[in-house]
């Protein structure tokens, strides 16, 4: 499904129907409408660009208590009230059972706004601290697990797709823990099918900034949930990717927004995988 029209122009149209719930108390200034209509078309463009509305008809949206989830929700059910998401939204938060966590939040968070959503307790902090061995980080084992639940639950409500909201800094430092650590060109994509083969995976944020979702998070005063089973651990390959970035954009602005523009401009002829590019098919033309 691709967009009709130019974006800019499709955003100035009066959605039908009442007002999003989430943005009752939003700010009405110039900057905040300003960076509202900038992450609308980024996801919109996101939208069209891997096709994300294809024979889709309802989503299910991982909510963590984060920033960019709680920024991800609003965006969509922003594009929805104006006519631009045809498809349902449902809400998911995974109560992965860590200590202290505010279990009453985010139900009486959505609940309060009347927006669908679904809270599912699955204890899979116990089994990261038991797994994880000592001074080893809980990413990976915890993700996995995280997914493997998110996709169960989209099954049970009949989702066609899991939204997660990964951001433009998020697929750049996955580029590089790859390049520096995996030895691979691979970043985070920005739509993908599971390894079952029924369920989409999908990243409308894929070409917003931090920073932009944190300043939107903020102005909308969302009830933030830190994480704290592994935001505190030192060490993390990320942070320091994160980082690296942070440094290389302070120094040279523009870079982040560039690097993402490389990873959809790839030219296998110049790289060095031969399963890429057939280098053995080259030949020269005959000289006389």
Same mark, same amino acid.
């Given at each position: ?9 499709q955003l100035d149209l009066e959605g039908e129907g009442q ?124 993700? %996995?697990?995280r997914r493997g639940n998110l996709y169960r639950v989209a ?31 691979? *970043? ?15 990243? &409308? ?8 979702? *944190? ?10 949930? &830190? ?23 302070? %120094?040279? &602005? ?7 523009? *490389? ?26």
């Amino acid at each position: 499904m691709g967009l009709v029209g130019p974006i800019d122009d499709q955003l100035d149209l009066e959605g039908e129907g009442q007002r999003p719930s989430l943005f009752a108390d939003a700010p009405q200034s110039v900057g905040f409408n300003k960076l509202r209509k900038r992450l609308l078309r980024q996801v919109r463009q996101a939208l069209d660009d891997f096709q994300m509305l294809k024979d889709q008809k309802r989503w299910l949206i991982g909510v963590s208590g984060g920033k960019d989830s709680y920024s991800l929700l609003a965006i969509l059910m922003d594009l929805q009230w104006r006519g631009l998401l045809p498809v349902e939204l449902i809400a998911c938060n995974l109560d992965q059972g860590q200590p202290n966590f505010p279990k009453h939040v985010l139900p009486d968070y959505l609940s309060s706004l009347g927006i669908k959503h679904r809270i599912e307790y699955r204890d899979t902090y116990s089994i990261v601290k038991e797994k994880v061995p000592e001074g080893a980080t809980y990413c990976a084992l915890c993700s %996995r697990l995280r997914r493997g639940n998110l996709y169960r639950v989209a099954r049970e409500e009949g989702c066609d797709a899991l939204i997660l909201g990964h951001h433009r800094e998020d697929i750049l430092e996955t580029f590089f823990m790859n390049f520096f650590h995996g030895g691979r060109l691979a *970043a985070m994509p920005a739509k993908l099918l599971n390894d079952e083969g029924d369920l989409f995976v999908m990243r &409308p944020l894929a070409y917003c900034a931090e920073d932009d979702l *944190a300043r939107f998070s903020a102005a909308m005063a969302f009830p933030i949930i &830190p994480c704290d089973l592994c935001g505190s651990q030192d060490g993390l390959q990320r942070n320091a990717m994160k980082t690296m970035l942070a440094d290389i954009e302070a %120094r040279m &602005p523009g870079r982040k927004e560039a690097m993402l523009r *490389a990873l959809s401009h790839v030219n296998p002829s110049h790289l060095l995988d031969p399963a890429l590019f057939d280098f053995s098919g080259l030949s020269a033309n005959n000289r006389s």
